[in-house]
Protein backbone atom coordinates (compact mmCIF):
# COMPACT_ATOMS: atom_id res chain seq x y z
CA UNK A 1 0.00 0.00 0.00
CA UNK A 2 1.27 3.36 -1.14
CA UNK A 3 -0.81 5.50 1.45
CA UNK A 4 -2.29 4.63 4.92
CA UNK A 5 -6.35 4.04 4.80
CA UNK A 6 -7.00 6.22 7.33
CA UNK A 7 -5.84 9.98 6.81
CA UNK A 8 -1.90 10.84 5.62
CA UNK A 9 1.11 9.39 6.47
CA UNK A 10 3.14 10.56 9.66
CA UNK A 11 4.10 14.21 9.05
CA UNK A 12 1.76 14.69 6.51
CA UNK A 13 -1.01 17.78 6.10
CA UNK A 14 -4.26 17.14 7.99
CA UNK A 15 -6.54 18.19 6.96
CA UNK A 16 -5.38 17.42 3.49
CA UNK A 17 -5.91 20.42 1.18
CA UNK A 18 -9.25 20.98 -0.43
CA UNK A 19 -11.31 18.52 2.14
CA UNK A 20 -14.74 19.91 3.54
CA UNK A 21 -12.51 19.83 7.06
CA UNK A 22 -9.78 22.92 5.63
CA UNK A 23 -10.03 25.91 8.43
CA UNK A 24 -10.53 29.19 7.01
CA UNK A 25 -6.52 29.84 7.62
CA UNK A 26 -5.54 27.11 5.49
CA UNK A 27 -7.64 28.18 2.40
CA UNK A 28 -11.15 29.84 2.05
CA UNK A 29 -13.77 26.87 2.33
CA UNK A 30 -16.33 29.68 0.50
CA UNK A 31 -15.52 33.09 -1.27
CA UNK A 32 -18.90 34.15 -0.45
CA UNK A 33 -19.75 35.31 3.41
CA UNK A 34 -23.11 35.09 4.78
CA UNK A 35 -25.05 37.65 6.31
CA UNK A 36 -25.62 37.33 10.06
CA UNK A 37 -29.71 39.88 9.80
CA UNK A 38 -31.46 37.22 9.20
CA UNK A 39 -30.22 34.52 11.88
CA UNK A 40 -29.97 37.12 14.23
CA UNK A 41 -33.63 37.97 13.62
CA UNK A 42 -34.82 34.85 13.93
CA UNK A 43 -33.14 33.76 17.09
CA UNK A 44 -34.85 37.51 18.67
CA UNK A 45 -38.29 36.49 17.23
CA UNK A 46 -37.86 32.53 18.47
CA UNK A 47 -36.84 34.40 22.16
CA UNK A 48 -39.74 36.61 21.94
CA UNK A 49 -41.71 34.52 21.35
CA UNK A 50 -41.00 31.98 23.74
CA UNK A 51 -41.24 34.68 26.73
CA UNK A 52 -44.89 35.67 25.41
CA UNK A 53 -45.75 31.57 25.30
CA UNK A 54 -44.34 31.48 29.02
CA UNK A 55 -46.06 34.71 30.27
CA UNK A 56 -49.39 33.21 28.34
CA UNK A 57 -49.03 29.85 30.07
CA UNK A 58 -48.48 31.12 33.72
CA UNK A 59 -50.66 34.47 33.74
CA UNK A 60 -54.55 34.52 34.60
CA UNK A 61 -57.14 34.38 32.25
CA UNK A 62 -59.06 37.44 31.60
CA UNK A 63 -62.42 35.91 32.02
CA UNK A 64 -61.98 36.83 35.42
CA UNK A 65 -62.09 41.14 34.81
CA UNK A 66 -65.05 40.80 32.72
CA UNK A 67 -67.05 38.72 35.34
CA UNK A 68 -66.07 40.76 38.19
CA UNK A 69 -68.21 43.31 36.61
CA UNK A 70 -71.13 41.43 35.63
CA UNK A 71 -71.44 40.20 39.44
CA UNK A 72 -73.18 41.96 41.98
CA UNK A 73 -71.39 45.34 42.36
CA UNK A 74 -69.10 45.79 45.77
CA UNK A 75 -69.08 48.74 48.02
CA UNK A 76 -66.05 50.56 48.52
CA UNK A 77 -65.28 53.72 50.77
CA UNK A 78 -64.48 56.90 48.60
CA UNK A 79 -60.90 56.40 50.26
CA UNK A 80 -60.58 53.16 48.60
CA UNK A 81 -61.90 54.46 45.20
CA UNK A 82 -59.71 57.52 45.20
CA UNK A 83 -56.89 55.18 45.96
CA UNK A 84 -57.36 52.43 43.40
CA UNK A 85 -58.57 55.28 40.23
CA UNK A 86 -54.93 56.66 41.91
CA UNK A 87 -53.20 53.57 41.54
CA UNK A 88 -55.24 52.91 37.94
CA UNK A 89 -53.94 56.14 36.46
CA UNK A 90 -50.32 55.59 37.90
CA UNK A 91 -50.38 52.15 36.29
CA UNK A 92 -51.48 53.74 33.36
CA UNK A 93 -48.85 56.87 33.19
CA UNK A 94 -46.27 53.74 33.48
CA UNK A 95 -47.92 51.73 30.71
CA UNK A 96 -47.83 55.06 28.44
CA UNK A 97 -44.32 55.74 28.92
CA UNK A 98 -43.34 51.79 28.19
CA UNK A 99 -44.95 51.66 25.54
CA UNK A 100 -43.87 54.95 23.85
CA UNK A 101 -40.18 54.57 24.63
CA UNK A 102 -40.37 50.69 22.33
CA UNK A 103 -42.39 52.69 19.71
CA UNK A 104 -39.80 55.89 19.67
CA UNK A 105 -36.95 53.40 18.55
CA UNK A 106 -35.78 54.06 14.87
CA UNK A 107 -32.80 53.34 12.74
CA UNK A 108 -31.65 52.89 8.81
CA UNK A 109 -30.93 49.53 9.31
CA UNK A 110 -33.18 46.78 8.32
CA UNK A 111 -32.11 44.58 10.97
CA UNK A 112 -32.95 46.90 13.96
CA UNK A 113 -35.93 47.86 12.26
CA UNK A 114 -37.47 44.22 12.87
CA UNK A 115 -35.76 44.51 16.70
CA UNK A 116 -37.73 47.38 16.71
CA UNK A 117 -41.21 46.34 14.95
CA UNK A 118 -40.67 43.44 17.13
CA UNK A 119 -40.37 45.58 20.61
CA UNK A 120 -43.14 47.50 19.47
CA UNK A 121 -45.70 44.13 19.13
CA UNK A 122 -44.18 43.03 22.43
CA UNK A 123 -44.83 45.94 24.68
CA UNK A 124 -48.26 46.21 23.04
CA UNK A 125 -48.84 42.84 24.16
CA UNK A 126 -47.38 43.06 27.40
CA UNK A 127 -49.60 46.63 28.32
CA UNK A 128 -52.42 45.00 27.79
CA UNK A 129 -51.77 41.98 29.88
CA UNK A 130 -50.32 45.13 32.94
CA UNK A 131 -53.91 47.00 32.68
CA UNK A 132 -55.81 44.04 32.77
CA UNK A 133 -53.90 43.05 35.57
CA UNK A 134 -54.11 46.32 37.26
CA UNK A 135 -57.77 45.94 37.03
CA UNK A 136 -57.93 43.01 38.89
CA UNK A 137 -55.74 44.44 41.25
CA UNK A 138 -57.92 48.04 42.09
CA UNK A 139 -61.66 46.66 41.95
CA UNK A 140 -62.35 50.09 43.98
CA UNK A 141 -61.73 51.78 40.39
CA UNK A 142 -64.51 53.88 39.10
CA UNK A 143 -66.61 51.68 37.03
CA UNK A 144 -66.17 54.41 34.40
CA UNK A 145 -62.25 54.37 34.67
CA UNK A 146 -61.97 50.70 34.54
CA UNK A 147 -63.74 50.57 31.14
CA UNK A 148 -61.65 52.96 29.88
CA UNK A 149 -58.59 51.22 30.85
CA UNK A 150 -60.09 47.48 29.15
CA UNK A 151 -61.21 49.33 26.35
CA UNK A 152 -57.79 50.51 25.64
CA UNK A 153 -56.19 47.06 26.28
CA UNK A 154 -58.67 45.13 24.29
CA UNK A 155 -58.31 47.74 21.35
CA UNK A 156 -54.34 46.78 21.67
CA UNK A 157 -55.25 43.45 21.44
CA UNK A 158 -57.00 44.29 18.22
CA UNK A 159 -54.20 46.36 16.87
CA UNK A 160 -51.55 43.68 17.58
CA UNK A 161 -53.39 40.93 16.31
CA UNK A 162 -54.32 42.70 13.04
CA UNK A 163 -50.07 43.67 12.67
CA UNK A 164 -49.52 39.89 13.39
CA UNK A 165 -51.89 38.89 10.51
CA UNK A 166 -49.64 41.50 8.66
CA UNK A 167 -53.43 43.25 8.31
CA UNK A 168 -53.74 46.52 4.79
CA UNK A 169 -53.37 50.06 6.29
CA UNK A 170 -56.82 50.47 5.33
CA UNK A 171 -57.77 47.57 8.63
CA UNK A 172 -55.33 48.98 10.56
CA UNK A 173 -55.92 52.63 10.53
CA UNK A 174 -59.59 52.07 12.63
CA UNK A 175 -58.12 50.19 15.27
CA UNK A 176 -55.05 52.93 15.39
CA UNK A 177 -58.01 55.19 15.59
CA UNK A 178 -59.62 53.00 18.38
CA UNK A 179 -56.67 53.30 20.22
CA UNK A 180 -56.17 57.36 20.07
CA UNK A 181 -59.67 57.75 21.34
CA UNK A 182 -59.79 55.07 24.28
CA UNK A 183 -56.16 56.53 25.58
CA UNK A 184 -57.85 60.67 24.89
CA UNK A 185 -60.48 59.25 27.46
CA UNK A 186 -57.44 58.11 30.00
CA UNK A 187 -55.70 61.49 29.33
CA UNK A 188 -58.76 63.50 30.56
CA UNK A 189 -59.68 60.96 33.23
CA UNK A 190 -56.08 60.77 34.51
CA UNK A 191 -55.02 64.64 34.72
Known amino acids: MTNPPYGTAPGGQWPPAGS???????????????SRGPVIVSLIVAVLAIAVAIGAWFRTAHSDVTTQSTTAPQQFTTQQTSDANKALCDSYHKMF?????????????????????????????????????????????????ASDLRDLANAYNEVLMAQLADAPKTELDPLYSNIDSADAK???ACK
Open 97 to 145: RSVNGAGGQTSDDPVLQQVYAINIRLATHVASDFMYDKLRENPAGSPQL
Open 20 to 34: PFTSPAAGPVSSQKQ
Open 186 to 188: LVE
